[in-house]
């Protein structure tokens, strides 16, 4: 539906599209606002929330409670005090060619049609692309700070801001008002974004994005020296609260701040026409990337604070302010080569290595080709992939950074093209085990997946990582104190390559800790490069005690025996979730007899004469299991862990007593005396169907502490609701 244009859908149809929009858009506000870690571009963002509003335009009776166009940001982060903010502060509409900015000036023409001598003027400034932030400043000494928040809410960064240079403690020269609060950008130049990256690899520490990610990150920093350390830069362009306006206009406003200490930016101009801004807006684009700093786009502003308040507001933005964003910077550059690269689940992302150009002020040098179709720009019956693009090494490259952020390519300049230049041809072999990558066919679709993925799955050194983090994880073995970090260190250290190591590591604790100790280490230098301080009293590896030691290796030690759904799914076989791997469980028994018969299944020209036909278990899972079996490279790293871990055979324990055999049971709520899935597993083997909400076909609902929303369901079905420990003295394990 997201594709079906606007004008086609029925009321039915946008009723659910805006419910989707606003659940898409509020995720993507957090991750951005609260996390400083957006998963789209600006442009994709731009696109969902117009699609939003045109919806709303064309459906004004169906604009939900918490439409993203009553909404700005997120809610503020935990971790902080939050601060109520005395005006809102608002985001601005958006402009995206100069169409809609001669819109935006003739409905204020429109609006004040009544003045007929009225001479309207308006701002041009750049659109710093940081963190918002407003300062308080009382009798002219700064005496809180706070991020935008959701609008309404920001987070109190008070002790963050005071390190940053550009905000004076105290305002400078005379007329301040009272009470202001002077609103502006914090950024991060180019300079010292590069600067940070290379002081954070030069201590193994992590890589940073992009400046913009950087400075909020840098801004949320529980130490504050954190935040000195970054060197941040600030320009006030706005205020909020104020017990009188700093000047008549805007322009003058803005001027007063540069007077009070603020530094303000030198782009801003008044102008009154729309030839004027548009001239301004690309004078500002033309000057873009020798700013050394991210901006993405221009404000525009009426000039007259009365006018400002005359035409007022619309709901989460001002009517007398708009933004003119800029369409995504571009070069073009060669591709040097094509690598690929192995992800954490086997897929084979190619990726373009490029002769490096610099794009909005960063140097790009590698851009991602999504998957094999994408390079040929065809598939197999040669007509053209939808956004397929045919790319050879050689080929010089028109590139564009998608929100300012992702690398992309735009095209192939085709005339520049090598006769040397042939059509890439893609591995079918993973380029780190050499086991055969493969495209699955979707059962529902029956068409071809469009990446194609390493049949490696346990041998493969790309796919490791991940699968021990899985391997380990609540819903597999469940070893307590070896989570993703620690699996981490392990690895990277040699002491853990496969599953079987991690039951090996009692007999090498020396490594162990060891290799703990380099960790801390290593943190610390880190915490001392950022904060500038040294420590004192460093105590030496020896000195060191991991008196968690002994409990990890007990908590190994109590896995070598998992139930075998478990073990099952912790092998990480490709479809096999948990509810798959308690059916093979039930089938099949003991591991052996799976491993048995998926070794047959892999053999057999057609997989159906050998594997059993199951209830809930279709083709795609047959052909994951040939996959996995069928790999003998994967025999010995399997025979090494069944060395270490038995298995406890599937056993039903149905008995002609069982008051839950043939019954549907839903969990819900906090179990506290096990866990859902060990809760799950103990009805299957009892006989009882687990399902995952409360409907009709429902006969029981145990319920822990937080249920919610099910307890109300099964009561009005009329299902019998009981708790944890009745549960329990139902299947006769009650004490």
Not at 152 to 167: C, F, M, R, S, Y
Not at 572 to 580: P, Y
Not at 589 to 610: C, F, M, N
Not at 624 to 634: C, K, S, V
């Amino acid at each position: 539906m997201s594709e079906k244009p606007v004008e086609s859908l029925s009321e039915g149809e946008a009723a659910e599209e805006l419910k989707r929009l606003a659940a898409e858009i509020a995720e993507h506000d957090r991750r951005y606002h609260t996390e400083d870690a957006p998963t789209i571009s600006d442009a994709e963002y731009d696109a969902l929330a117009r699609r939003n509003l045109a919806i709303e335009a064309r459906f004004p009776d169906l604009v939900r409670a918490d439409s993203p166009s009553r909404r700005v940001g997120a809610p503020p982060a935990e971790g902080f005090a939050k601060v109520r903010h005395a005006v809102p502060m608002l985001s601005l509409a958006k402009a995206y060619t100069d169409q809609d900015v001669a819109d935006f000036i003739e409905r204020g023409r429109r609006f004040f049609d009544r003045d007929k001598d009225l001479d309207i003027a308006f701002t041009a400034e750049p659109k710093i692309d940081g963190l918002s932030a407003s300062l308080r400043y009382e009798n002219g000494v700064f005496v809180q700070g706070a991020t935008r928040g959701d609008g309404a809410v920001g987070e109190d960064i008070t002790a963050n801001l005071k390190t940053i240079a550009d905000i004076p403690k105290k305002l400078q020269g005379s007329g301040w008002p009272e009470v202001i609060e002077i609103r502006g950008e914090v950024y991060m130049t180019y300079a010292e974004f590069e600067a940070l990256k290379q002081r954070s690899a030069a201590v193994g520490g992590q890589d940073y994005v992009n400046p913009r990610n950087t400075a909020a990150g840098s801004l949320r920093q529980k130490d504050p020296s954190v935040t000195a350390s970054r060197n941040l830069k600030f320009f006030a362009y706005a205020w909020g609260y104020t017990t009188a306006d700093p000047a008549p206009t805007q322009y003058d406003s803005v001027q007063k701040f540069k007077e009070w200490g603020f530094k303000v930016s030198p782009l801003m101009v008044r102008a009154k026409s729309i030839d004027e801004l548009i001239a301004q807006y690309h004078r500002i684009e033309e000057q873009r990337s020798s700013l050394g700093y991210d901006i993405d786009g221009v404000v525009y502003k009426v000039d007259q604070l009365e006018l400002q308040r005359r035409w007022g507001f619309v709901t989460g933005e001002p009517r007398w302010a708009v933004a003119h964003k800029f369409p995504a910077e571009q070069a073009m550059t060669t591709v040097e080569r094509i690598d690929i690269q192995v992800g954490r689940t086997g897929t084979l992302a190619p990726v373009a290595r490029l002769a490096p150009v610099t794009v909005g002020g960063v140097v790009v040098e590698n851009v991602t080709l999504h998957n094999e179709d994408y390079i040929k720009g065809f598939d197999s019956n040669g007509q053209p992939i939808r956004d397929g693009i045919d790319v050879r090494i050689g080929d010089a490259v028109v590139i564009q950074r998608a929100g300012d952020v992702i690398p992309q390519i735009v095209s192939v300049v085709i005339d520049k093209r090598p006769a040397s230049a042939v059509p890439y041809e893609f591995p079918h072999t993973c380029p780190v085990c050499g086991s055969p990558a493969t495209r699955e066919i979707n059962e529902k679709t029956g068409k071809e997946d469009s990446r194609r993925r390493c049949t490696g799955e346990l041998i493969c050194a790309a796919q490791a990582v991940e699968r021990l983090r899985h391997f380990v994880s609540r819903g597999a073995l469940d070893i307590e104190g070896l989570g993703a970090e620690n699996i981490d260190l392990f690895f990277n250290s040699g002491l853990v390559k496969t599953a079987a190591d991690i039951f090996t590591l009692k007999d090498r604790r020396p490594a162990v800790t060891k290799a703990l100790a380099e960790r801390r280490e290593e943190q610390a230098r880190l915490r001392e490069e950022a904060s500038g301080k040294t420590r004192k009293n460093v105590r030496s590896v020896e000195e060191r005690n991991y008196e968690g030691l002994d409990k990890l290796f007990a908590a190994i030690d109590a896995r070598r025996e998992p139930e075998l759904d478990r073990f099952i799914f912790a092998l990480g076989i490709r479809h096999i979730g948990e509810t798959t791997a308690a059916v093979l469980a039930r089938q099949f028994s003991t591991i052996e007899e799976l491993i048995r018969v998926g070794k047959e299944t892999a053999k057999a020209e057609d997989p159906h004469t050998v594997f059993p036909s199951i209830n809930g278990i279709g083709d795609t899972v047959i052909n994951a299991l040939r996959d996995f079996f069928g790999n003998e490279r994967n025999d010995d790293v399997l025979d090494a862990l069944l060395a270490q871990v038995r298995p406890k055979p599937y056993v039903m324990e149905i008995s002609a007593g069982s008051e839950v055999s043939g019954k549907t049971v839903v969990f819900t709520g906090t179990l506290e005396k096990m866990t859902r899935s060990e809760a799950k597993a103990m009805a299957e083997r009892l006989g009882a169907k687990v399902a995952g909400s409360v409907s009709a076909k429902t006969d029981l609902v145990v319920a822990g502490p937080g249920a919610g929303s099910k307890l109300k369901v099964a009561s009005d079905l009329g299902i019998e609701v009981i708790d944890e420990d009745t549960w329990l003295q139902r299947i006769g394990r009650g004490g």
